[in-house]
């Protein structure tokens, strides 16, 4: 099969189109004939040797996938040969052929295209993990979700609009901030050019919102703590702005802060069927109904991976990059 892999750590130079074995179903495996995968962060620091792959994981990059089911594992039942499914997956995704755990595999709804269902798992998972399992959003409640033209804020802004929350973003650019908002966000910042926690602190009267979902990490943590109203959730889900930071414990204590932490690839297989379930339980009815919906910037042909991480790394996406596989 073909696959993306990586020659060595570096710059997307390094990701090499490589012919390699399929993989062989595990019992509780299904393997899926990929037609397309998904672009994420992790994917370019994985690249760069800044995000190891968890032990038996695959080595090829891609954290989530669609296609058809060409085979299965011994403990498997309930599929067909051909069977379109998408779902997370813990690696293997830049390939023709990957592993998807069957209780993690999704059947893909009629309506939608291989493209749009590898662009749903990753983004829509992690929203729904952080922004309304540890930050714990509610109807009526307000929150700030940094990188707004992310596959994840998009996500983050139309599941949280859906609720009736109030939600305001930070993005780069205007063109940008016109999208999101037409997703449902009631603000936009231009992080270039404004202050985001004095623009948080005017929209709301002074008063900060209840949550943030963060992927600065620390160079955005003494700002994020200010832009929270007492008793505010921050949700960090990545350290693009560095990892390591000297924390004032005194501003956690006088607003009754609370700080979460969430990483995806990493977690036992349990752990991700549990988040699996929820995600189909609560949000993939209101994706079918089309109240909210994966947003996709652009495709690449899986041979141009290189090209498709250039264009995430120059910030140049709004919403998912899709790289497809004939």
Same mark, same amino acid.
């Given at each position: 099969m073909k696959a993306i892999t990586i020659a060595h750590f570096g710059g997307p130079e390094v990701l090499t189109l490589t012919d390699l074995p399929p993989p062989e179903p595990k019992p509780e495996d299904l393997l899926v004939r990929v037609r397309a995968s998904a672009l994420n962060r992790a994917d370019t620091l994985q690249r760069r040797g800044q995000y190891p792959v968890p032990p038996g994981e695959s080595e090829v990059p891609g954290l989530e996938l669609a296609g058809e089911v060409a085979a299965?594992?011994? @403990?498997?039942?309930?599929?067909?040969?051909?069977q379109g499914v998408f779902g997370l997956v813990g690696g293997g995704g830049y390939a023709e052929f990957a592993l998807l755990d069957h209780? $993690?595999? $999704?059947?893909?709804?009629?309506?939608?295209?291989?493209?749009? /269902? @590898? *662009?749903?798992?990753e983004v829509f998972f992690t929203?729904?993990?952080?922004?309304f399992g540890q930050? *714990?959003?509610?109807?009526?409640?307000?929150? %700030?979700? =940094? /990188?707004?033209?992310?596959?994840?804020?998009?996500? /983050?802004?139309? $599941? /949280? =609009? =859906? #609720?009736?929350?109030?939600?305001?973003?930070t993005a780069g650019s205007q063109e940008k901030i016109d999208r999101a908002l037409a %997703?449902?966000?009631? @603000?936009?910042?231009?992080?270039?050019?404004?202050? &985001?926690?004095?623009? #948080?602190?005017?929209?709301?009267?002074?008063?900060?919102? =209840?949550? #943030?979902?963060? &992927?600065?990490?620390a160079s955005y943590l003494a700002r994020n703590l200010a832009a929270l109203g007492p008793g505010g959730r921050l949700v960090i889900v990545a350290t693009m702005?560095?990892?390591?930071?000297? %924390?004032?414990?005194?501003? %956690? $204590?006088?607003?009754?802060?609370s700080i979460y932490g969430s990483v995806m690839r990493s977690r036992p297989l349990a752990d991700k069927r549990a988040i699996t379930e929820r995600f189909r339980e609560r949000w993939l009815p209101v994706l079918l109904d089309g109240a909210i919906k994966p947003i996709i910037d652009s495709t690449y042909p899986l041979a141009e991976a290189r090209a498709a991480h250039e264009h995430m790394e120059a910030n140049l996406n709004f919403g998912k990059i899709i790289l497809t596989v004939d």
């Open positions: 299965w594992g011994s @403990a498997v039942t309930g599929f067909e040969e051909g209780r $993690m595999a $999704m059947p893909i709804p009629q309506s939608w295209s291989f493209s749009e /269902a @590898a *662009a749903v798992p929203a729904n993990e952080t922004v930050g *714990a959003l509610q109807p009526g409640e307000s929150l %700030l979700v =940094h /990188a707004g033209g992310s596959g994840v804020g998009t996500a /983050a802004i139309q $599941m /949280a =609009h =859906h #609720i009736g929350a109030t939600v305001y973003f %997703l449902g966000a009631d @603000a936009g910042i231009n992080y270039k050019t404004e202050d &985001f926690v004095q623009e #948080i602190k005017r929209l709301t009267a002074g008063r900060g919102v =209840h949550v #943030i979902e963060d &992927f600065l990490g702005g560095g990892a390591k930071v000297e %924390l004032d414990l005194s501003a %956690l $204590m006088r607003k009754c802060l």
